[in-house]
């Protein structure tokens, strides 16, 4: 038992060391200790879903995060071309262990072919309870002064 | 028992975390079959990316079905589980797999589709590990494994702040709110979170301060990895760091604590050892401190210090326990002062048992006191039977006290009583509780008499009416006739309006043939066992019937025991009671019951003839500490069954 505990604190703190790479169980408990400069700009995506703009005080906090999360996400996504570093490291990985077929046999499975913003919007319709007619989503940036978050440029990002 | 305990309490726990994690999944429209996805993500985790590798969130993607079917197993399975583990009172090891495995699929498909964050289920996982195993060794194995991986989470968070230099960046957590808040400070932020966070962000300096106490916070569970004694206050901080997490950061972190369970079982291991309180039925406590310095290791005694002066008549308590620590509440000293360190007491030594040998008094304080004391071994000797189960409310005191009682009753499963015939009662009043007979003391044999005259009869214990009736014996005293001098000493306090009339009534009788002895005040156990030693008769004029130090009805020999049964088992000595009072046999031996003056003269005569002693000496040979280790053993072990168990 304690020579598994020993294992299991060793493959940790390997884990910690390797930075952005987890396997669970052996995860990162960092909360908020990446030293970052104060960001220029703060990116905030606007919802509107028939008209009306989703504040987070209309929500409680899961359901706003649920709100939220897939947005990133989805952003994450397409800003790096549906995962195409983490797939071509993994490709280089699994070639270095010897397991190159394995990894082309298994390629298909790691790609998404779904539609984000109409599943967004039939999501969001059962989070507020009812249909969604028309969604628009931008993408918003502030810059924070005099205490506040002023406005400084905004794309339109998802527009059904 | 410990064992089957912390079992179901993990159980209980786990399971009432779990539970609702799954309800505000579905009220938070989080559950897979109300996400219903069409993509999924890489979050860089080498086990959701073997899931991914193999086409399970494809396929799973293609059957919506498969989403519903692990929403339900994921409320099924817990249910099934714990169902099996209720019933067959074991883990069902192939459940338990089966539970572990969807555990952790569940928990990485969660974070595949929807983004669940996974740190805080690590210590759901690991505890379910605790399901697989029957084993009491390799359970307490585990969760020692999950107490050290929850106090690793915070360090972690810890050492990360420090090493990465978080702590010593001024601006780092107005930095973070500005980040992670933004979605909150786009808007109209008219609520006091928006306010209060964009408070901070201006305010680096007061930002940064709650950014370091929460460094100092998590840093302070390192000291779990060497001592359990911060345990519970480990929990506290686990609390207050959820709490502060959701009103500064905004995130409702509260799965994690389940861990906590981790830093309550065990955190209470007990050593080997009783603890008794005592107040000022001092007599009652010799056979108990015999029983305790035979079977445990370490024995202390918090009392009064004039119950310690008279403990032990012969000797010094020290002398005669020399293995029994006592700590002496000095006269005068208020009670609850000395009642908390009782229970600090308990708790720095991490004592196993505490025996209550006298409740009279401060109920509700030690029912507060008991409710927080863990799962110290709680035993109680019950020396009125009505009064323990009798509630009042008849002033804010009684109603205090019957309170107290309720709770007390349902925590105190074992109880001692002096007399068999109180057992039998008291288990008539309360099936599942383990009561025993114990006596006061144990029998050491007859003492040496010294001169045989005059005939002497002592009346023992204070001159009260509500207790004895002494009219009786100041009747038969003013008409009988002996054949020889005789001499009465009343043996207790008699400081009091009835017991100074009770004294002037035999005064007016004392002659050459009469010779009269009364005390005031307490008597020291020395001079009390002196004079016990002295009498050819004792005579205890019992109200069988009387009204106990809490206003109830008592019965002595059926609800409460008189001092008689200590003083009998000081010599062999024979008594005359009232023929009501009942006793069992091996106490029968010695008594002479009476139900009219004859009958008093003429058992007085049959209470000095030399083979009574004898027999009576024969007969106390059941007093023998030997002959009540079972009793003891029973009242305080915690694994023996009730009377129905």
Not at chain 2, 34 to 43: E, H, S
Not at chain 2, 200 to 221: C, K, N, S, W
Not at chain 2, 552 to 566: F, I, K, V
Request: proline residues 5%; contains cysteine; positive net charge.
């Amino acid at each position: 038992m304690k020579g598994l505990f020993i294992c299991f604190i060793v493959l940790q703190i390997g884990l910690d060391l390797a930075h952005s790479v987890t396997f669970f169980p052996f995860t990162h408990y960092g909360m908020f200790s990446a030293v970052e400069p104060r960001p220029d700009s703060v990116l905030v995506y606007k919802i509107v879903a028939d008209g009306r703009r989703l504040q987070p005080a209309d929500f409680t906090i899961y359901r706003w995060d649920m709100v939220q999360t897939p947005l990133e996400a989805y952003d994450k996504q397409t800003a790096t071309h549906d995962y195409a570093f983490d797939k071509d490291r993994l490709q280089q990985g699994m070639r270095w262990a010897g397991a190159g077929s394995l990894y082309s046999a298994l390629k298909t499975n790691l790609d998404n072919t779904g539609d984000f913003p109409s599943w967004y919007k039939s999501y969001l319709g059962g989070l507020l309870g009812h249909r969604i007619g028309s969604l628009r989503v931008e993408k918003a940036w502030y810059r924070w002064q005099d205490g506040r978050l002023l406005p400084i440029g905004k794309e339109s990002w998802i527009n059904l | 028992m410990q064992y089957s305990r912390d079992k179901n309490l993990l159980l209980t726990v786990f399971f009432l975390f779990w539970l609702p994690v799954v309800l505000f999944f579905a009220l938070d429209h989080r559950l897979l079959s109300q996400v219903r996805p069409a993509l999924f993500w890489f979050n860089r985790d080498l086990a959701e990316l073997t899931l991914i590798g193999i086409g399970l969130p494809r396929w799973m993607i293609d059957h919506p079905a498969s989403f519903a079917a692990m929403d339900g197993l994921a409320v099924l399975l817990p249910i099934i589980l714990l169902r099996s583990a209720i019933r067959n009172k074991r883990f069902s090891s192939a459940l338990g797999w089966i539970f572990t495995v969807f555990l952790v699929l569940y928990i990485l498909l969660a974070d595949i589709f929807w983004q669940v964050h996974l740190e805080p289920f690590v210590i759901y996982w690991l505890l379910s590990l605790a399901f697989l195993t029957n084993s009491e060794r390799r359970f307490y194995g585990i969760l020692r494994i999950c107490r050290y991986y929850f106090l690793y989470i915070f360090v972690s968070a810890a050492i990360w702040k420090i090493a990465r230099g978080a702590v010593f960046n001024g601006q780092e957590m107005s930095d973070i709110l500005l980040r992670h808040q933004g979605y909150l400070l786009a808007g109209d932020c008219d609520t006091w979170t928006c306010r209060f966070c964009s408070w901070l962000i201006d305010h680096p300096g007061p930002a940064q301060t709650l950014y370091i106490a929460a460094a100092v916070l998590e840093a302070f569970f390192l000291i779990g990895f060497f001592t359990r004694r911060y345990d519970r206050l480990l929990i506290a901080l686990a609390v207050l760091f959820v709490v502060a997490d959701l009103v500064v950061m905004r995130i409702p972190y509260w799965t994690l604590l389940v861990g906590t369970v981790t830093l309550w079982i065990g955190s209470d291991v007990r050593r080997p050892a009783i603890v008794i309180y005592e107040t000022t039925h001092h007599e009652n406590l010799p056979a108990l401190l015999d029983l305790c310095e035979t079977r445990f290791p370490r024995v202390i005694v918090f009392l009064k210090e004039s119950s310690w002066q008279n403990l032990s008549g012969g000797q010094s308590p020290s002398d005669r326990w020399p293995r029994t620590e006592f700590i002496r509440q000095p006269a005068g000293s208020r009670n609850r002062p000395f009642i908390r360190s009782l229970f600090s007491f308990i708790r720095r030594h991490h004592c196993s048992h505490l025996h209550l040998s006298t409740l009279d008094n401060n109920l509700l304080v030690f029912a507060l006191r008991i409710a927080m004391a863990g799962n110290v071994h709680i035993s109680l000797t019950v020396h009125e039977v009505n009064a323990w189960f009798r509630d009042s409310f008849r002033s804010v005191r009684k109603l205090s006290e019957s309170l107290a009682k309720r709770f007390l009753r349902r925590r105190v499963r074992h109880y001692t009583v002096f007399l068999p015939a109180i057992a039998d009662h008291f288990r008539q009043r309360m099936p599942d509780a383990v009561t025993v007979f114990i006596p006061s003391r144990f029998y050491m044999g007859p003492s040496p008499r010294g001169a045989a005259l005059p005939l002497t009869i002592v009346v023992p214990g204070s001159v009260e009416a509500n207790r004895r009736d002494y009219e009786s014996v100041a009747a038969f005293f003013e008409t009988w006739r002996p054949a020889r001098p005789v001499r009465l000493i009343l043996l207790g306090d008699s400081d009091s309006p009835y017991g100074s009339a009770i004294v002037a009534r035999f005064a007016r009788l004392e002659s050459s043939e009469f010779l009269f002895t009364s005390y005031k005040g307490y008597i020291p156990e020395r001079l009390y066992e002196q004079k016990l030693r002295e009498a050819d008769l004792i005579w205890s004029p019992l109200r069988v019937h009387k009204t106990g130090g809490h206003d109830e009805p008592e019965t002595y020999g059926l609800t409460t025991a008189s001092g008689l049964t200590a003083d009998l088992l000081l010599n062999n000595i024979p008594a005359l009671v009232p023929a009501e009072f009942g006793l069992p046999e091996p106490f029968r031996k010695a008594l002479l019951p009476y139900s009219s003056m004859e009958d008093i003269a003429r058992l007085i005569d049959i209470g000095r003839q030399a083979g009574l002693r004898g027999d009576i000496d024969k007969a106390f040979v059941f007093f023998r500490k030997e002959n009540f280790f079972d009793a003891f053993d029973r009242l305080t072990s915690p694994d023996y069954p009730g009377q129905k168990g």
